[in-house]
């Protein structure tokens, strides 16, 4: 009998604690596994030894139904980055001593590609001593730029949330008689996918978005304008996607801030191209940013995603228990129709600190869409609904207190 | 035999296309009616003789349910303001021949307060000019500010999703270790009600929003950021709703825009919040803008808002049908538990241009934050969902051709 620990990392999404279902499901059928314990704010908690025994929090079939509706991390998250062991190998001691003095034999780690690193560093120093502790990593991320996997869990509710909001505001954007010009900014610092994905609104009719903009894509601003006027002259509301990410030359990005860690802050693209449009056009032109809640509009999740996500986590703790560690679960695709994927699990040093951008033969000639290939790779995603828990007419939130998660 | 014609018009909601099922069902099931003709753009495109046979368009009963879950306007809208008859008698004219020249005994209005002047205009023309033309308003609005009515149609929605989406703010704020500051700001240039229903989150177990600032109540930059403080030293990821019209000093609003229109850009109270907050504490502060999703966001809508909306329409016929002109229906409240309403008319002239401004006695001694009347009053205005049809995974939505609405 062995124990084993979970722990959430990096920035939300809809499916991390339908990730942490799967752990928690799969550790209940399986007779070698006692307890399951959640480190708090991702290995910090691992760390600091602040850890709650999941079994005393997650006691009835709708709490499991709650988590899988319940966005962002029930257990918080971190921004973590561990050192290597050479460099302080005391952090490592103390981790080996916190699992160990709790029978710890398997540690999941959910989290984008910084996580992954933890993921690989860990294992690493854990096989380096004779450790007998595995660690897998379970993928999560709305950016979809993780390698080696088809696509990432959390993704496909984005895409959902991303593309039905598109939707709306293009039902919105075109209610006046006077033309207009309407830029959704998405998220995207790098890599293009989710500004991308509102390509499958033409599986339904939709001739907008007019032009979608991508990180991965030429820009420049002659050029952009020059876009937008010819569909302008095609339509009335004219919608434009672009990635926050878009390569806007320095000039047009000089209004660019510096967060409180220095961290460039990207968004404002989407404001930075309103007032260029407005500057040379005569039309009523406005920017919308979606903002977080591309990360965590639960209420219109993909069913599909969640489902992958509860799945991952499962295969995650198979894994372990076969034996892997430094191993993260993937998705490989299939096909396409009728969907279909599997779950395998890779070396984390094939994903940790990569980047998988959206391919440049997917973008067409004019760098101002993309092609129908990614419809058919995008809208298998998206595809159905679960059945949302409600109180008081709002969505129902799986909660734990705020003075343990301190 | 009549036929009667229907138009839309002001900003966008989730519940004007279900009013416009309201005034066609109703129609369909009377048999002194005969045609149901659409103006494109609300007055104007009776003013220009632009007017579409609305049972060409909605032919099957699943064109019935995909208006009720699609947002904005399918006819389109405007911002037309009627002069009086003495100062433009020839656009009166127009509006006549074009209405009778297809025997239109009847004509809805579906607007805001701007619209109601329209109706009571175009009402009291018809009266002293001896012209059998009926004129009906149906109010809608996603700002709740229209008198004599207990609330609006598209208020409900409106707070659905607001609510829905702030509490998934609310999840998404509290992931990291670190403190923050997240300021939500939603719409409502004059009346708070948006941002005060947010208090309904507290029915749910929810602390936050921790603080609520709207325009009725008074607010100052010493006493938020100090209200700000008491608040971090109780949670750690503090959560404020703020009305984009708040009354700031004239310092702080200093960015304020003027728009092409001259109107003065009010969007940025958020914004700029954020940045004094910035200023003054060292901890992670961010802004959110609900923007114009606050009014489109079918696929979350209130199933109490759009059956309601379908009725307030259908009230509108019988009214029209019972010799009234001139008038507006309304919502009388008759219990909140179990919730209870009737639809009554009052005269356009006690709703026209004029604004209900959310109760001072329900904002608390601080102007920080709503009384528990509030979450009465609003909770039964979010109950219900509708069975959203979906297609490729994305809500359905009713459209008429981009061309038909030139």
Not at 43 to 50: A, L, P, R, T, Y
Not at 145 to 158: E, I, K, N, R, V
Request: aromatic share 6%.
């Amino acid at each position: 009998m062995i124990n084993i620990a979970v722990a959430q990392s990096g920035g939300p999404t809809c499916a991390i604690n339908g990730s942490l279902v799967g752990v928690f499901v799969e550790a209940l059928r399986t007779k070698e596994i006692d307890a399951v314990f959640g480190s708090i704010n991702g290995i910090e908690g691992v760390i600091k030894d602040n850890f709650i025994d999941l079994k005393r929090f997650i006691t009835t079939n709708e709490d499991i139904e709650l988590l899988k509706q319940t966005p962002s991390t029930i257990l918080g998250s971190c921004r973590y980055k561990l050192k290597s062991s050479t460099e302080d190998e005391e952090t490592y001691n103390r981790i080996v001593e916190n699992l160990q003095k709790r029978r710890i034999g398997a540690f999941f780690y959910i989290g984008g590609n910084d996580s992954m690193d933890t993921v690989e560093k860990l294992s690493n120093y854990m096989l380096d001593n004779n450790i007998d502790i595995k660690v897998i990593g379970i993928p999560k991320t709305i950016d979809n730029d993780l390698c080696c996997t088809d696509h990432t869990p959390g993704f496909g509710s984005a895409v959902k949330y991303v593309t039905t909001t598109v939707q709306e505001i293009i039902r919105d954007s075109s209610v006046y008689s006077i033309d207009s010009v309407t830029i959704i900014e998405i998220m995207g610092r790098h890599a293009g996918w989710l500004t991308a994905s509102t390509c499958i609104l033409r599986a339904n009719g939709e001739t907008a978005p007019h032009l979608i903009y991508l990180p991965e894509g030429d820009f420049s601003i002659d050029k952009f304008l020059e876009d937008v006027r010819d569909q302008r002259a095609k339509h009335k509301a004219v919608v434009v996607a672009v990635s926050e990410g878009v390569n806007l030359p320095e000039d047009a990005s000089s209004e660019t801030l510096v967060d409180n860690f220095g961290h460039r802050y990207l968004s404002g693209v989407g404001k930075r191209l309103e007032n260029i449009v407005r500057d040379s056009m005569h039309c009523k032109v406005r920017s919308i940013e979606l903002n977080v809640m591309q990360r965590c509009s639960s209420h219109i999740c993909s069913k599909t995603d969640i489902d992958e996500s509860v799945l991952i986590g499962e295969m995650g703790v198979k894994a372990s228990l076969r034996g892997e560690t430094g191993r993260v679960a993937i998705f490989k695709r299939v096909s396409d129709v009728p969907y279909s994927i599997r779950v395998e699990t890779v070396s984390a040093n094939q994903i940790a600190n990569k980047e998988k951008f959206f391919p440049k033969s997917w973008i067409n000639e004019y760098s101002n869409d993309v092609t129908d290939d990614a419809i058919k790779y995008f809208l298998p995603l998206v595809q159905g609904e679960i059945n949302l828990k409600m109180e008081n007419g709002i969505p129902k939130h799986f909660k734990i207190q705020e003075s343990i998660l301190r």
